[in-house]
């Protein structure tokens, strides 16, 4: 999964070691489940935009009356009085001009206030996702955090700039009419009034259970986010194996499934919400007003001019109301994706650095660690490991054994739940991040590159570094050559005109570390995609990148660990044995017959094969120390 922002927090994983990102500038929202909770920051211009779109809607109306009011001059009895006449036209001009003012400002004050929100909304959520643990994503697929990030923050943007000035035009307009129509005759008024209590109950009935609603039509469509986004990652490998339709009929599913929750949904909406748009629409009030009218008029109980009011205003009460009902459904839709926005923003995130401290060296200590993703079934228990200073510590063990995980908890990408990692005798949880990422760094099995730059994907873990660093640490990872024949060279940018294999992305993200030179490593599987050319070439950039470093490796490939300082095999989350290899032979353990298991030869000392493409790691890959050799 790629989520491409302007912030890049989250990447320094793959930095190598880049110091953590600050926050956004721009105050954030704050964190909550609430839509009113998020529409905080702009808060105090919504409420400015609210005024001006009630004073908006009052001016809207003074032409209706102004209308009546010329009516009432012309048919009096008696000469017209031309200045009365200009006065009322006047001052119906007047307030059209206001009305058209006042509407714009209040719109163009609500569109800013949107993109605000939406700039602070994206930059906030971009940078929580930047501190939550990795395994907050475990939880979630990519197609539910593009629905985040993208559709709902964009769902917001029709109750901000579109939806509060309709509410508040939807109940100032139709008050203002309502009280004009009862002064100027009020039993016509109730007359016209009639048909809005059956359209109110009418759609009250249909709004039960729009909440449990609206939720199912947004786990639809989550559903058909991450099985598009499925489709989209998977099609290659599918398509190797004959199995596309597989992907194809996955991502059909989702849609069909869709399509019938929302038909059963919609059809008996459709025929009730009819009957209540014809109750209240235009022709229906007209009709009934001049059919009253009529009939009060042949009583003797009004003028005909006095049902004038009633044919320009009566009509005018159920727009705003039928505007009114689709603005309602936005708000809760907008009021559904403020819900999932919050719960990202209020994600929990590693613990802050309260009373920061700096590490003596490069000492690395596991004393006691536990770690459980749920917090009742652990994944590590009593892990007590130590990685001096310029050593090679390898990782061995079966695919679910803890390694990536225990190999995480160094960087600090997650927190012991007992126990504590500390580096230079300082516990993590007590080290800035900046500090951290200066002394620890980290070079994945998959290297991600943004969409920036060559130069900047290099320079990602050292912003400040000049071209002639970065071309240097290019050159010592073997890819400088490859940068250089593409079409701007290092300002070419990645996915762009400039695109890498696995193994090219691999040796981006290995010069990514050695530029910003941290003395203590972990290589997570460095070379588990490469292709032989392709691994030789990051071996010997590896061996460039792990000297005089403190190395601490996840091996997929005994042969290439056999030379390392110590070697602990994990099992069950547990450190089942430890030593170097030749102690590990001898004691004719795990080890012992993961070696044999892979040609290593019977016997203590026994002399490392050429690597081979055994993997005693399952499906998960790695690197050794490059340039260390059997005894």
Known sequence: MAIETESTAGDWRTAGGAAAHAPPRSPAPATGTGLGTLLRPIRGR?????????????????PFIAVVELARILFAPGPVDPGQVWRVAGIAVV??????????????ITHFA???????????IAARLGRVPLGWFDDRGSGRVKQVVQDDVTAMHHVVAHALLDIASAVVTPLLITGYL???????????????????LTMALLMRGFGDQMARHSEAMARINAAVVE?????????????????????QKAADDFRAFFLSWMRPMARTSALAYIAVAPPTVLLLVLA???????????????????????????????????TTTRLRTAK?????????????????????????????RFSGVAFGYDGRTEVLSGIDLELRPGTVTALVGPSGAGKSTLAQLLPRFRDPTAGAVTLGGVDLRHIEPAELYRHVGFVFQETRLLRTTVAENIALGRPGAGAADVERAARAARIHDRIARLPRGYDSVAGEDARFSGGEAQRIGIARALLADPPVLVLDEATAFADPESEAEIQEALSRLVEGRTLLVIAHRLATIAGADQIAVLDGGRIVERGTHAELIAAGGRYAAMWAAHGGGGGPGGTAPEPARNDTDGASGGAGAPGKEAP
């Open 46 to 62: 919504l409420a400015i935009a609210l005024l001006l779109q009630v004073a908006a809607s009052a001016a809207a109306i003074v």
């Open 95 to 108: 307030a059209l001009a206001a009305r058209f003012a006042l509407f714009g400002a209040a719109g163009l």
């Open 114 to 124: 949107d993109n605000t929100l939406t700039l602070l909304l994206r930059r906030s």
């Open 182 to 200: 009862l002064w100027a005759d009020w039993r016509l008024a109730l007359v016209t009034l009639a048909p809005l209590p059956l359209y109110a």
């Open 231 to 251: 489709f989209v990652e998977g099609i290659a490998v599918l398509k190797v194996f004959g199995r596309s339709g597989q992907a194809h009929r996955a991502f």
């Open 292 to 326: 009253a009218g009529t009939g009060f008029t042949a009583l003797g109980w009004t003028e005909p001019v006095d049902v004038v009011p009633f044919v320009l205003l009566g009509l005018g009460l159920a727009g705003p109301l039928l505007a009114l009902e689709q």
């Open 336 to 364: 559904a994706a403020a819900e999932r926005v919050g719960e990202v923003l209020a994600a929990e995130e590693l613990p802050p650095v309260v009373h920061p401290e700096a590490p003596a060296d490069e000492h690395v």
